[in-house]
């Protein structure tokens, strides 16, 4: 008979390995996830997964948080860009679901929010427009390097000529990072998430998670955190020194992961989510890159509610100029505190 349970730390092992059998899976659904968000910013996990006669059918992880707003959110999962859920099959995913809406109706929650990467048969509203950008990568660089346009290329290696080089890094670059991705995140008018939560990264997929730099000298002036998770590599956070981006650093940055990529067999980079139209889109695009919609779905308990903030909301853009105006050492005080209760 098929059952929803919840999860506990014991169970990790056997969920891990349904995370890597399963199709529709990434890694933001390794369990290691739940202790990054715990160890960061306090939320509670609720990992549920689905089993018959011992054997897992299908997982979803939940975390429950209050945003700044003292909505009470379960999200799957937040600050990343997918989640929601995995299984084997419909009756699975229909009482995964339905698991998660009884512990929404419960608990009184404000807002279900479900992260899924590929459309699924639930009846449950689709928000927001976000898509992920794919690059197909060739089985060695020199191909991948003739697929590109004259400009990006021209671009890479203005970012070589111009000295500068990058770069991978455990743990031990993160302070250089961090100073880097800080200082964008003001400049973008968002506050930032904390340090802890990228050395929690760091420390919770010591085989899956590193960073790459890039330097100009011995300054670092650029840098991203990169997933590798079963035949793609993924890029959730990036950053360069906006004084020095007539340098090309960005190029030589992502340049230097996808050669990488191509050199251990990888068959996708994944850049991560954007808005189409965006600047970020735009810079994706230019990769020759394959657009993918994201299926996030949402429940909420009052209509028009939503978990993520929308940077063409009014009262968004507002708060955004304010905390550009803010000093940045003020910033990485009280950024980490408010980017923990943003499910972004």
């Known amino acids: 008979m098929l059952k929803v349970y919840q999860s506990h730390h014991r169970d990790d092992k056997a969920w891990?390995?349904?995370?890597?059998?399963?199709?529709?899976?990434?890694?933001?659904?390794?369990?290691?996830?739940?202790?990054?968000?715990?160890?960061?910013?306090?939320?509670e996990a609720l990992y549920l997964w689905a089993q018959e006669n011992g054997e897992t059918?299908?997982?979803?992880?939940?975390?429950?948080?209050?945003?700044?707003?003292?909505?009470?959110l379960l999200v799957s999962l937040p600050f990343l860009d997918d989640g929601g859920i995995c299984a084997t099959d419909e009756q699975s995913l229909a009482q995964l679901y339905e698991a998660a809406f009884w512990l929404f109706e419960?608990?009184?929650?404000?807002?279900?929010?479900?992260?899924?990467r590929y459309s699924n048969s639930l009846d449950?509203?689709?928000?927001?427009?976000?898509?992920?950008?794919?690059?197909?990568?060739?089985?060695?660089?020199?191909?991948?390097?003739?697929?590109?346009?004259?400009?990006?290329?021209?671009?890479?290696?203005?970012?070589?000529?111009?000295?500068?080089?990058?770069?991978?890094?455990?743990?031990?670059?993160?302070?250089?990072?961090?100073?880097?991705?800080?200082?964008?995140?003001?400049?973008?008018?968002?506050?930032?998430?904390?340090?802890?939560?990228?050395?929690?990264i760091l420390e919770e997929f010591p085989t899956s998670a590193k960073l790459m730099l890039v330097r100009k000298g011995r300054q670092t002036i650029g840098g991203a955190m990169c997933l590798s998770f079963r035949d793609s590599l993924i890029v959730p956070w990036a950053s360069s020194s906006r004084q020095y981006l007539s340098l090309c650093p960005n190029n030589l940055?992502?340049?230097?992961?996808?050669?990488?990529?191509?050199?251990?067999?990888?068959?996708?980079?994944?850049?991560?989510?954007?808005?189409?139209?965006?600047?970020?889109?735009?810079?994706?695009?230019?990769?020759?890159?394959?657009?993918?919609?994201?299926?996030?779905?949402?429940?909420?308990?009052k209509p028009g509610q939503a978990a993520m903030l929308h940077k063409d909301d009014t009262k968004h853009q507002r708060l955004i100029q304010t905390w550009r105006h803010l000093p940045l050492p003020l910033t990485k005080i009280i950024g980490p505190w408010l980017r923990g209760r943003v499910s972004n």
Request: charged residues 25%.
């Open 106 to 116: 419960g608990q009184q929650a404000d807002i279900l929010d479900l992260r899924h």
């Open 124 to 200: 449950m509203p689709l928000i927001g427009s976000k898509v992920i950008l794919l690059l197909e990568l060739a089985d060695n660089p020199d191909t991948m390097w003739k697929r590109f346009n004259p400009k990006l290329r021209n671009q890479i290696r203005k970012a070589m000529k111009s000295g500068l080089t990058a770069t991978w890094s455990g743990i031990e670059g993160l302070a250089d990072f961090y100073t880097v991705f800080a200082a964008n995140m003001h400049a973008l008018g968002s506050p930032v998430h904390s340090r802890q939560f990228f050395a929690t």
């Open 253 to 301: 940055l992502y340049w230097e992961m996808i050669q990488w990529g191509c050199e251990y067999g990888y068959r996708y980079f994944d850049f991560g989510r954007s808005s189409p139209k965006s600047g970020t889109y735009d810079f994706k695009k230019q990769w020759g890159t394959i657009e993918k919609p994201l299926h996030w779905q949402s429940l909420s308990r």
């Open 57 to 72: 059918k299908g997982i979803l992880p939940l975390i429950r948080m209050r945003d700044f707003r003292q909505r009470r």
């Open 16 to 43: 891990d390995d349904y995370v890597y059998l399963c199709p529709k899976a990434g890694h933001c659904h390794l369990s290691g996830w739940r202790r990054v968000i715990e160890r960061s910013y306090g939320h």
